[in-house]
């Protein structure tokens, strides 16, 4: 029981979905409300089934690969950001058995008590901390089959597998807060807000950060 | 994924960027990019496969301590569904299939240059 439709009683869940500032002139889609049980946003039936064409049969993956490089590349090349040759450099402070270690994951990933992502664009980010367990977390992203992800969040939020990594003293630490995007249609969208989770990060003294896509 | 890997690394973090289109890897231009040929949604690989996420990550912690400078993509060799994973017996050192594909990439670029 994946879908819910419009008006369909779904329980007493959460808060309106936002209103994005940042949408240009696009016909806003309103978030519906999170499916308790399954912990993703519903989006439309259609959808839902050509997302999972993406992993269940070989043909609809390589369709998803060559569909996500074609308008990624056009998106990057149309708005002319092939970044110069200047590649910011950070070599590692501290061997990894000290090391402050956090995640940033852009599959849509953050705590169900929290404000959910614009579903058609959003380059917002919310906190997720560490204390979090992966039911409190849900997913809102319109982009991806997300069945495999929510029945192991680790898949796009390796959460849990770092944290075991801590208790066996293989990693120094789990940062305490970690960072979630949703989908970005305009990578421009996503600079400020990443050099802001940046000095977060920088602040909270990360020495390494693993950036996991949807 | 790759411009939030430029812009974390200005403020001084280190970074290592996970990508599942190669193609879009090498546009962006991100620090360190190790790449997988998985499907999206996928970058640990298979649900409640402990062992190959922990060679993801395993790979993750490598690449982080091992390359010699920005912009460097390294291809993961594992197959999607086709690969047998086993457990991490040693986390300081670095896994074969790591090693010879940076070698690989090192190679490539000097090449290229």
Known sequence: MYFIKPGQEVGAIRAESPVNSSLRGCTQRKALAMNKQTRFTPTSPWRERLLRLSNDAAWGEHFAYWFGKVTGGLQLRLEKLRPSSEIPWTPLRRPIAQATVAIITTGGVHLCADRPFELRTDASFRAIPRSSSSADLCITHEHYDRRDALRDLNLVF????????????????????????????????????????????????????????? | MGLLAREIEACGVTTVALALVRELAVMVKAPRMLSLHWPFGHALGEPDKRDQQYTVLHDVFSMARLAPRPGLIVDLPYPWKRQIYTPISDWTAESQAFLQELAQALQEEQARV
């Open chain 1, 158 to 214: 390796p959460l849990e597998r770092l944290l075991e990594l801590e208790a066996e003293g293989i990693v120094g630490r789990v940062a305490d807060v970690h960072y979630g995007f949703g989908f970005t249609q305009d990578p421009r969208d996503l600079l400020a807000p990443g050099r802001k989770v940046g000095r977060l990060l920088a602040q909270a003294q990360v020495d390494l950060v693993i950036l996991v896509p949807a």
